[in-house]
């Protein structure tokens, strides 16, 4: 079946520096999707890509899928406070990477 | 945005019991629904797929019997964890898939259910 890996499981920054998490999936996806879910929080839906190559921009967040389709990045630039939490990537079957667990230090 | 709630959002019972949890979409319909576990600092586990008016789909390993699922109307799932024990204490979590728009596959999720099992 359908396997997604997430990297890194953790990352701690500094308020200010940037963050990248990076998914990988097993197959080729017709999408992915992102997520975040807050300390205590529900899941809480970003964007989904569906092209190869696409790159979309919400702000300081910045998403790519692979050429390949078969992995995805995450990008924020100059992580603020309320970036806390864990981002998700989710396949087209559902399938949710691990998380990466982002804790921004003030 | 479409909004899914979610009851209780906290239960605790006792061994042996069953625990009923109610996932509902407000402003819109769905006919499919997903019900998810969801363990401390781990990802989100599929369980299975609600549809509306037919038998759920559940994921390998979980247990159908165990968890009970019913999406009677497009707006009600329903997931009832029977004979509970403790090993099943998790945060439970639904979502729901509204009208398919643009192409998109957006799951909206409910404020998610814990469960503690005494």
């Known amino acids: 079946g359908q396997q997604v890996m997430q990297i890194p499981q953790y990352q701690h920054v500094q308020e200010g520096e940037d963050f990248t998490t990076y998914c990988n999936s097993s197959?080729?996806?017709?999408?992915i999707q992102w997520y975040k879910q807050r300390p205590g929080g529900h899941p809480v839906f970003l964007i989904q890509?569906?092209?190869?190559?696409e790159v979309k921009k919400q702000k300081r967040l910045t998403f790519q899928f692979g050429e390949a389709k078969k992995n995805s990045s995450l990008h924020i630039t100059a992580t603020q406070t309320t970036d806390v939490g864990t981002y998700f990537c989710a396949g087209s079957q559902l399938t949710f990477g691990s998380g990466t667990q982002l804790t921004v230090l003030p | 945005g479409a909004v899914v709630s979610q009851h209780p959002s906290r239960v605790i019972c006792k061994s042996g019991t069953s625990v009923k949890i109610e996932c509902r979409s407000l402003?819109?319909?769905?006919?499919?629904m997903f019900w998810y576990r969801q363990f401390p600092k781990q990802s989100l586990m599929l369980m299975a797929t609600?549809?509306?008016?037919?038998?759920?789909?559940?994921e390998q390993g979980v247990e159908k019997d165990k968890f009970l699922i019913n999406h009677a109307s497009l707006t009600l799932s329903t997931l009832t964890v029977t004979s509970a024990h403790p090993e099943d204490s998790s945060f439970y979590i639904c979502?729901?898939?509204?009208?398919?728009?643009?192409?998109?596959?957006?799951?909206?999720f409910g404020p998610g259910t814990r469960l503690t099992v005494l």
């Open positions: 979502s729901a898939l509204p009208p398919r728009t643009r192409g998109t596959d957006t799951q909206y």
């Open positions: 609600s549809n509306e008016g037919s038998k759920a789909t559940y």
């Open positions: 890509l569906v092209k190869s190559g």
């Open positions: 197959t080729t996806l017709s999408n």
């Open positions: 402003d819109f319909q769905a006919t499919t």
